[in-house]
């Protein structure tokens, strides 16, 4: 609920506000707020000071809504909205509370973390401009611009919440639906795993600070595995290596694997059932072992030289 004409004075432990008519509080609504212990109304207290009515919350121990928003995963901001519309419900279905007394100002909403819990101000006042009851439109609205603090992130989750919200085509009640039952943050994730993927081909595909290749030792006709990736597989099995050695009944289906970091390189043995070896020591399942240009790698019974592609 707003109104310009009220003067609202913020600390880190209290929020005042003072009421510019004494006739606007509303008593039975100030009783009915006041026997709610275990809500996510915060509790107020009226005073007077200087001759004005002022309704005092206290906010110690909470934090403000805008502060952390930038920082909840999305699974937590859908979680968030929900309860923000089942408060939202509960206050509208009392009968003796009005939606739209509650204060939809971002800065003056306030969270509790672990667990999650909003706390919202409710005024206990009715003015002769009082509306009618809140109508779902302005509970939207509010939503809506809590989105504009995900608006860095390009997460095809918020953006279809923010096309739901524009559309103006679901209820309230569909739309709480959607946030609880996990649709916008099954397309998040789904979101984040296609990033994942992508940030990890990209790294792949990176420039190589050198050209190498393993060389197959003592062999008629040269043998030998270009490492063109930053995270280059070898086994036996095509479809899911990059490396192919095939055709030989020892080596497993997916080997090793050599990893490029910088300008160092590593290879790590991925369980297979022969092992690994880097100048004669075996390498440790799916333990890295740093080698450099030179070494003779051992893949299963094949002996190949760590060397410059030219």
Same mark, same amino acid.
């Given at each position: ?38 809500t996510n109304l915060l509790q107020c207290s ?10 005092? &919350? !206290? ?5 403000? /809504? ?5 920082? =909840?995963?999305?699974? *937590?901001?859908? $979680? ?20 739209n007394h509650l204060d939809l100002t971002i ?42 603090? &995900? !608006? ?5 989750? /918020? ?5 739901? =919200?524009?559309?103006? *085509?679901?209820? $309230? ?104 070896l880097v100048n004669g020591i075996t390498c ?27």
């Amino acid at each position: 609920m707003e109104n310009e004409k009220w003067i609202v004075k913020k600390s880190d432990a209290y929020i005042r506000y003072t009421i510019p008519e004494k006739e606007w509080f509303s008593t039975i609504e100030y009783k009915v707020l006041s026997s709610q212990k275990e809500t996510n109304l915060l509790q107020c207290s009226k005073v007077t000071c200087n001759g004005q009515l002022q309704l005092i &919350y !206290n906010v110690q121990q909470l934090q403000i /809504i805008s502060g952390v928003l930038p920082g =909840l995963s999305t699974e *937590t901001y859908y $979680l968030l909205l929900a309860q923000i519309i089942e408060i939202y419900r509960k206050v509208k279905n009392n009968g003796f509370l009005k939606g739209n007394h509650l204060d939809l100002t971002i800065d003056r909403m306030y969270i509790r973390l672990e667990p999650i819990r909003i706390s919202m101000i409710y005024l206990p006042v009715q003015t002769k401009e009082d509306k009618k009851e809140l109508v779902d439109g302005e509970i939207f609205n509010f939503i809506r611009s809590t989105t504009t603090y &995900y !608006n860095d992130e390009m997460d095809e989750g /918020i953006q279809e919440l923010v096309r739901d =919200l524009d559309s103006n *085509t679901l209820s $309230l009640e569909e739309l709480l639906i959607r946030l609880t039952n996990g649709y916008y943050e099954s397309i998040s994730v789904e979101y984040r795993n296609r990033e994942i993927e992508r940030q990890k081909k990209l790294l792949n595909q990176a420039t190589m600070p050198n050209k190498m290749k393993l060389a197959l030792k003592n062999t008629i006709k040269e043998f030998s595995i270009p490492i063109t990736k930053r995270e280059f597989v070898i086994g036996k099995k095509e479809s899911v290596v990059d490396g192919v050695i095939a055709g030989h009944p020892t080596v497993s289906r997916v080997h090793c694997k050599i990893v490029c970091t910088e300008d160092t390189y590593a290879i790590v043995d991925l369980g297979s059932a022969n092992g690994t070896l880097v100048n004669g020591i075996t390498c440790s399942p799916n333990v890295p072992m740093k080698i450099q240009k030179g070494d003779q790698i051992t893949i299963s019974d094949l002996v190949f030289y760590f060397m410059e592609d030219k």
